[in-house]
């Protein structure tokens, strides 16, 4: 459903401006990196590291994505226990010549590295024709997906699970990353700007009433004028027949 989603609407994504020219390289350009979600217990999803002294380790489930700079949102995402090595993601046939990765030491693997020059897939480190300025600019844009991980967790707190199974856990982290993917559209479409911890809040607090959003998100006022004139207006007086 996700990945329905994104393909659906990509262009939605792509479409937005956000003022200023971008570089060409932004087109191609994709960030790879993962983020864990601590679990209250080790036996479904390993933990990495050392268990404590304290006990045994908590449990981690590791997300792992693929993000085009320009969407915003993640491409490609997949499930591992945290004590999962993040190379396996970085899969030569996912992409194509011309593309743009850029990922940090959890990814070295040289005989991937060596596969996507031959594929001329653009690493920065066999890239000898971009300038220092591009090759400094992407590894800022490499940070943005940390954003992208930090806007899910403030917004779609994920502190508790409903269910302790695996496929339990699997299905409440693909409905965060759906309302994550479906708010970030919404935000995407609309004129207004709105910043996404502020949609996220007004859609919580109106999401069980009849509104047209995109409507409502391009002028919130309007509508509470309604809703206030409506309140003013006395009600109506009851003919009663004898």
Do not use: C
Not at 30 to 36: E, F, L, M, R, V
Not at 126 to 144: C, G, L, V
Not at 199 to 218: G, H, Q
């Amino acid at each position: 459903m996700y990945r329905d989603l994104h393909a659906t609407h990509r262009q939605k994504l792509l479409s937005d401006s956000r003022g200023g020219e971008t570089p060409k390289w932004m087109g191609k350009l994709q960030i790879i990196d993962s983020t864990t979600i601590t679990l209250f217990s080790n036996l479904i999803f390993k933990g990495a590291g050392r268990n404590p002294k304290s006990g045994k380790k908590k449990g981690g489930i590791k997300v792992h994505k693929v993000i085009r700079v320009l969407e915003g949102v993640a491409s490609d995402i997949k499930f591992t226990s945290a004590a999962t090595h993040d190379s396996f993601m970085l899969a030569p046939k996912n992409f194509e010549r011309g593309d743009l990765l850029a990922l940090d030491r959890a990814y070295i693997d040289y005989g991937k590295f060596e596969e996507l020059t031959k594929r001329g897939i653009s690493l920065l480190t066999n890239d000898f024709d971009m300038s220092p300025e591009d090759i400094i600019a992407i590894y800022k844009q490499h940070w943005e997906i940390e954003t992208l991980f930090k806007q899910i967790k403030q917004n779609f707190p994920l502190h508790f699970f409903y269910g302790e199974s695996a496929n339990a856990i699997k299905i409440q982290i693909w409905v965060t990353l759906i309302a994550n993917l479906l708010l970030t559209i919404m935000q995407r479409s609309l004129r207004r700007r709105w910043s996404f911890s502020n949609l996220a809040t007004t859609v919580r607090i109106t999401l069980m009433y009849y509104v047209d959003f995109l409507s409502f998100f391009e002028n919130p006022e309007k509508d509470w004028q309604k809703v206030l004139l409506e309140a003013a207006e006395p009600p109506p007086q009851l003919e009663l027949d004898f």
